[in-house]
């Protein structure tokens, strides 16, 4: 059924920014980068809020309880129920379910899950914008309202899990820095420069190598931003090219790489011998392994007291840097090596365990896409209640 036979479909509108009249009263107004921040399907609150004057000074209407919020530009395709009666700016295309023909929550699941298809309709020169007529020819499948609560509730149920996980994720990720002031807060070491701790300071290639089809991987500060290194990359350089660049620095396990520039101030441990390449704006810091062990200097160099560090160091308008010279400069600790391995065992099942999470989250997306796909092709049948949605 088309959404313009199931729902009334609603667009939303801004009133003048300039009027003070017009905004903060108790009329909650949502934009799409509302929607951006929600990791639920629920919307209940907004920034901002229109006075009854700034309502009645545009074409914005109030959505009941229950409609289904679509952003239908900057970007398409956010989507979320409104818990709260609230009205929204005009990058919406928002839907109000008629009774007894299309349940909100089926909707919402839909929706979410169709995202790149309702962003293949947008038109517009300046910015993709889907209109309300084009969102009205969008055809759903509609099983009966019962059959499409049972098939919410399944993909609930997912989303749940899906939610927790990344939850228990973020706590994971969370610990090594919790156990490192734990353990060493009080520490009797004196800081040192980085410089004392490490054999070498350095960074990748200033020039840009020349390219091949296939062969080792070359990284930016993307392939590093997570804390891990990703070795997936779209650019390749070939053996002959890897042995220059590395011959004054060879990349081996145990070196940490540091981020110094945008994103600049996240560390990763190299943990594998595969070779690689990396651009200037990733520094290399080759620990002196009697010293400071490099899983210990890792967490340190994330810690935040070399942040603070960095972001006093770092320099620029555009992009922000962090130069070597800063980084050789940093003040951290190397307590007896005894108390580093200690620190490391404890870390090193704390990062297992983050790992196994993360491998859980991956598995559970892949279940909920063919859940998705199941439910909106008519194949998920009883059974599918089944399902043990928490691997």
């Not at 914008?129 to 049972?150: G, M, N, Y």
């Not at 098939?151 to 609930?156: E, H, P, S, V």
């Not at 009797?188 to 840009?208: F, K, M, N, Y």
């Not at 951290?332 to 108390?339: G, L, N, Y």
């Amino acid at each position: 059924m088309a959404l313009g036979e199931c729902c009334e479909i609603v667009s939303g509108a801004t009133p003048k920014s300039a009027v003070a009249e017009y905004w903060g009263g108790d009329i909650s107004w949502a934009t799409p980068a509302d929607l951006s921040v929600l990791e639920r399907a629920y919307i209940g609150s907004t920034p901002r809020k229109l006075t009854a004057a700034g309502l009645a000074s545009c074409s914005a209407r109030i959505l009941p309880v229950g409609s289904v919020l679509l952003s239908s530009r900057a970007p398409i395709g956010h989507v979320a129920i409104n818990t709260i009666p609230m009205a929204t700016n005009q990058g919406f295309k928002s839907l109000i379910p008629k009774a007894g023909l299309v349940d909100a929550k089926y909707l919402y699941h839909w929706l979410s899950s169709h995202k790149e298809y309702l962003q293949s309709l947008g038109n517009g020169a300046t910015f993709k914008e889907v209109s309300k007529a084009t969102v009205a020819r969008v055809e759903v499948p509609l099983p009966s309202v019962q059959e499409q609560r049972r098939i919410a509730a399944i993909l609930d149920q997912a989303d749940e899990l899906r939610t927790k996980r990344r939850q228990a994720l973020a706590y994971l990720n969370a610990l090594p820095q919790a156990l490192f002031r734990e353990m060493f807060d009080d520490c009797a070491s004196e800081p040192v420069p980085l410089a004392e701790l490490c054999t070498r300071i350095t960074d990748g290639t200033h020039q840009s190598p020349t390219w091949a089809q296939t062969g080792h991987p070359f990284l930016f500060v993307s392939n590093i931003a997570s804390g891990e290194i990703d070795l997936e990359t779209s650019k390749f350089i070939s053996d002959e090219t890897h042995a220059e660049l590395t011959a004054r620095c060879p990349i081996e396990p145990g070196d940490v790489l540091y981020s110094t520039v945008g994103s600049y101030g996240v560390p990763a441990v190299v943990r594998t011998a595969r070779k690689f390449a990396f651009q200037r704006h990733i520094a290399h810091l080759k620990p002196h392994r009697e010293l400071i062990h490099p899983e210990f200097l890792w967490v340190q160099m994330a810690s935040p007291a070399v942040r603070r560090q960095a972001d006093a160091a770092a320099r620029g308008a555009a992009q922000k840097t962090v130069n070597l010279k800063d980084i050789k400069a940093f003040y951290v600790i190397a307590p007896p090596m005894e108390q580093q391995l200690r620190f490391v065992v404890r870390m090193q099942a704390i990062r297992a365990l983050g790992l196994r999470a993360q491998d859980g989250l991956e598995a559970l997306l892949e279940l909920r896409e063919s859940l998705r796909t199941s439910a909106f092709t008519g194949s998920l049948r009883e059974s599918a209640d089944t399902f043990n949605l928490g691997i």
